[in-house]
Each structure stands twice: as C-alpha cells, then as structure tokens.
C-alpha cells in the first residue's frame, strides 16, 4: 500500500525486569505519499522495510501550503492483521472533530458516574483530573477480534465473556484504585479480577505486577490475592473463586525457584518473618520488614476466602501466618522491625533511615502503623487508643508524613479510636491542600492511578482502610453533594450532601442514612450500591461523632472437632463487628458451614446438615442491617436439597436476630428457637416440630452457662451441636 506503514518493535526491562514484549502497529495515512526511504542504524535505504535496533522511515507527500495530512494508527500485542483490524473498527472516520469529539463524549460518559457540586473550581479541576488518572490503568490488553497474547508469553489466547486487562501496579492500586473502581465501575473491576485469575492458569503464578503479558515481579508482597479477597468482600462476584483460590494458595505455599510474587516465602515460613541475613529465593529481597507485612496482609486475605470456601484448615493456616506481625513488633521502640534468622533485631536501627534492606520505599516510621487487618490488636500494642492516636498524631506532626501507599490510610485510622475522627477530617483535608491544578500538581509519584484514587475517594468522603471486607470509612467531603450512579444496568444513584463544607468547615458533627441516625464512621459496599443517601452535618468545630466503631477483632476459628461439636469463640459486644467466624458443623470435615462474617455484612452463608446420612443445605441472606446489628433476614427462603424427596423434613429459618437485645433463630415449619439478651435472660422461646416416619427435624438455642449458649440441630436420633461463647 502506498498509504501504510507496518511493523513492529520489541521493548521491555521495566524496572529491571527480564521482560520483553512486541507490539505490533498499523499507520495509515490520508493520502498516498510519493516517495519514501527507510534507515537502519545511521544508513539512509530505498529499501521497503527495515530491521534493527535504531531503525525508521521517512515519507514524501505532494501537498498544498494548506493542506492537512491525518493518520491513523492502530496497535496490537499478537499481530499485523490485528492491528489492522483495529484500526478499521476502532477509528472508523477521517474527520478529526468527530473522532475527538466522539472521545470526549465517551469520557465525559465515564467521569459523569462521579457527579460534584459546590467546592471550588480548581477543587474541581482537580477532582476529575484525578478521576480521568483513575481510569487510564488497568487498560484493555485483547485485539477487537478476541485476540491476546497470554501471560508469561505463552501464546495466542481469546477472551470469553470479558475484557482482558493488563498494567496492573498492584502494589500501589489495590490499597485505592481497585476499591474505587469497585464501587463505581464494578463490571470493570470483576474483568480485572478475572484476568489475574486467567493469568494464574496460563502461567501457574498469580501475577505480582503485570505488564502486557509479562510480570515485571516489581514491588513487593503478594497483592493479587489482596486485590481478590477484597473484590469478592465487596459483593463483586462474578468469577472462579475455586482456581482464585487454588492461585493464592499457591502463591503463599509454593516455594519454588520461580514464585517470583513471593522470593522471600522460604524464610518467612520457616522464620515467621524474612531475615535480612538469609538470602532466598531469586534474590535478596527488598524491604525484609516491609515484605513480611505484606505477606501477613495476603494470608489474611488467602485466610477471608478460605471461609468462602468452606476450607477451615486453610482457614487456621493462613489466619495464624497472618499474626506473624507479632514476630517482627519490636514493643521496645515500637516499630517493625527486621530480625536476624537468630532471632536478634537486625543492627544498627535507626528509624528514619530509607534502607530498602529493611523498608521498601519508606523507614520505619512509615510502616509503623501498617496492619490494617488487626487494627485492634495494633492499637493495643500501642497501649490503648489514647496512645495510639497520641502516636498517630505524632507522626502528622512531624516530618515524617504520608509518604508513600504503604501510608495512604494512614488519615483514616484516627476513625479507629473513640471520639477521634475529627482528627480524620483535619488531617485528609490538609493533606488535600498539596493537590493542585497545575503541571506538577499531583502529590508523590501518580503510580498508575493509584495516588489520584487517592484523592478521589478523599474528595467525595468515603475512603477503604481494612482491605478484604466490604467496608469504606467516611471522611470529610470537599464538595456540597456528589453523586455516585455506577455503571451497571438498573443502579440507583448514590448521593452523599455536606452542606456548607469548605476549607474551615470540615468536621462531621452528626450523619443520617436514607433517613436513619448513622453512628458509625463507616459505610458498607452494599450500602452504597443500593443507592440512597448519606446527609452529613458539617461544623468549623470538632465533634465526638463516630465513637461507636471499633476496630474489628483478629479472626477466630475452633482448633478441634469433637463428636461432631464445634467450640467457636465468638466475640460480641454491643454496637461492635463481630469477626470473622468459620463453624464446621460436622464431625465429617467435608461438611461445613454456618458462617457468619460479621453481623453488619450482607452475605449469602450456608449451612450443612445430615439428614441421615444424605446432606442437604438451605441458605439465607441478610435483608436488613445498620450500626445495631442484623434485624431481619428475607422472607423468602429457597431451600436446596440434594433431591427433591418429599418425604424429608424441611427446616425454614425465618429471621435471625443479632442485635443488642435478642439473639436466636426462628424456625417456621420445624424446629425451635429460645432467645437471649445480652444479659444473659430468655426473651422468648418457640417450638415447631415436624415428623416423617419418626424423623424429627429441628433448631434450638439454649443457654449453657452466663454467656455461653449451645445451638443445636436434630434430625431424628442424629444432632449436631455448636457451643458459641458471647461475652
């Protein structure tokens, strides 16, 4: 053709990494040219084409002095034909406007689901520059045709049924980007999840930090497991949680010359932290400290799923590894630090020193207050909230502030402490102030969105600290209301108001949700993707609102199985989460269920009981939940029996109540329910039983001792007894 030219280039080394990718491209041009030469190196050719590492084409047109040449370029990672393909179907049009205009109409489209009024106008400019940043990466990796080049370049592949994405920087994006898009573009961010969970199957590895079908293995710790959990916490689930989690674990047992997410698994799992004096792996790795929290947070998360799962081995496993913290807590300095494989703090330390040895991309001073997954116990080891905000507040006050991403919640965790989240809205609102609507105005390095997500969900209030849980804090708006209206077919708007605010009033005195007292600094996903409305009071003053929340409690999970019953170690208290609990409720391990994942959750949980010897499950769902507890569970409940044999008894659970002052369960056709007070006393008590051929089915709730309560469920001579402490 005498209007085209081809080819394609092959780069790579990100980061240093041994990564190589081709790219192939198309460009074609508005009119034919007369004449061209090629080059190579420093040698001017008539050839047609070119090879080598500096090589170019140089194109003649016969044009007016008025004249306008246009060209069109398409791109592709598998080939020729599908850059061309591309081109013809993605820029179909020679009018320069329309196509301008048709991108501007397509981005306006995609920043209009974040809608803003009041604040100023450079708040404002620099509110949807941030959220334009927001939405450049991940980007869309796979050709028009379906095509792509699969992970770890092993071959041609063909998406189905979702777009396949690559840049992923997961280390800096699963902490803001990635809850974002969550709660704002949530088909987006399942295809997201999904391509991880694709790449785990073509390259046996969930990826670290990848790059057109490579992994740059930049950064450290295992963040595709944190980006898993948290998507699915969040209600997003359209996916294969089965291989994800065959991924995960994977990338946190394997210790293989090629885990390159984890290179220093050896160490960490025989140590419970990475010594700096041992090397691992494919290398020393950066950040030994820093590195060991990042894997406590994936465990953690590896730990969330595996209650998904029903796994509760892996359940213990990975809970305990993900209290390795403890290891590495120096209660002297209190600081993380490295120790050496005898045990002894790695020397000399000073915490302000950036040693990539100890620390990736911080001292530590910047990793001081990193675990989000057990803020209580952190806050503990501090001695108490009155220190720990004292220590958090410390570290604002001086020259050591948020730094990097590793600290990006740090703002938020005030809303940890009783009393203390004014502090929350001060310090974010200050912190702000640095972003500005200039060339340079974006505060720290932008690190594929991530920073800009940053300020995003600082801007509109609603900020996620605990990743791997549904939840999102709230902070202080910059903005009179905004509207949140996600992308998916149906979706109610989501509307947050903090009338008055400005840079002097920034304090949220006082917070109302559709209507109702919201007590809690904290907002669930479901919340937000129901739609409806946030209403902030907003004040020059600070206030106490926000002292119901507290920090959640480390997970817990029964160490044995006797004759069928379960000791679970519940922890409850008035206006407080319960953690995360994995019941197995029968003495044959394939059996489990019962799982409750923190009453102000909405989930769908299962429970597994015998019916001599044949298995049959019902389900339910949380219908109705705020700051008091669950209060009513839906009506309408589907049972889901092996077969459908008439003759079983059907047990059909009604409602459960979990707020202050009931506890129990209601059976309709079959069953029993008594019901307790957190004092201790029997608020009512209900009985229906049901028979087939003498076979009884049926729950009841009974009280053991002060604050310890038995569930039990009979079938016949058969039960199955669950003992539960609440204190």
Known sequence: SDNEVQGFNTSGRFCNSPTHQKIHFVARFSRSFTSFKTWSNNSLTNDATAEGKSIGAALRFSVGKYDTILVKVGISYTSIENARRNLDEEIVDWNFDRVHQAARDRWQAEL?????????????????????????????FHDV????????????????????????SLWDTYRTLHPLLAMVWPQRQNDMTRTLIEKYR???????????????????????????????????????????FAGMVRNATDTAFDNWARPGLAGYLHYGHIPPDQRTGHWNVSGHASTALEYYLADWS???????????????????????????????????????????WAEPFDPREHLELNYTEGNAHHYRYFLPQDMSKLISM???????????????????????????????????????????????????????????????????????????LSAIGVYPVVYGTDEYQIGSPIFDTVTITPARPGANPFVITAAGTSDEVQYVVSAELNGRNLARPQLRSSEIANGGTLNLAMSEDPSSWGTV???????????????????????????RDVPVVLVQISSDPTFCGLRFHGWFQPHESSMTIDFNESTREFWWRIASIDEHGAHAWSPAMLHKFASADDDLPKLHIESMYAGNTRFGYRAVEAGALVGYNMLGREVFRETVSASTDDQSIGVETSRLARGVYMCRLFSGQKHTSIAFVVR
């Open 145 to 168: 045709s379906g095509d792509y080049r699969k992970f770890g370049d092993r071959g041609i592949g063909r998406v189905d049924g979702y777009d396949r994405y690559t840049v992923f």
């Open 202 to 244: 073509e390259f046996g590895w969930l990826p670290k930090w990848s790059l057109v079908g490579m992994d740059a293995f930049s950064m450290n710790g295992d963040p595709a497991s944190i980006v898993i959990a948290d998507t699915w916490m969040k209600g997003i689930r359209d996916f294969d949680l089965t291989t994800a």
């Open 302 to 344: 590896v730990a969330r799923i595996a209650t998904e799962l029903c796994q509760p081995d892996a359940y213990k496993t990975f809970v305990d590894r993900s209290r390795g913290y403890e290891n590495i807590w120096d209660p002297r300095t209190q600081f993380f630090r490295s120790k050496l494989t005898t045990g002894e």
């Open 549 to 575: 929340l507290r920090p959640p409690d480390s997970l817990r999970v029964a160490s044995e199985i006797i004759d069928g019953t379960t000791m679970v170690e519940l922890t409850w208290r008035p206006r």
């Open 382 to 456: 501090y001695g108490g909230e009155a220190k720990f905000t004292d220590s958090l507040q410390s570290f604002f006050d001086s020259t050591q502030f948020m730094w990097n991403e590793h600290n990006f919640a740090y703002p938020y965790l005030f809303t940890f402490a009783d009393g203390e989240s004014w502090r929350t809205h001060k310090t974010v609102r200050t912190l702000m102030k640095d972003f500005k609507a200039l060339p340079w105005g974006i505060r720290a390095n932008e690190d594929a969105g991530a920073v800009s997500a940053w300020y995003v």
């Open 112 to 140: 209009s689901r974040i809608r803003v009024s009041g604040g100023s106008p450079e708040q404002r400019t620099v509110f949807y520059t941030a959220l334009y940043h927001s939405l450049i990466h991940p980007n869309l």
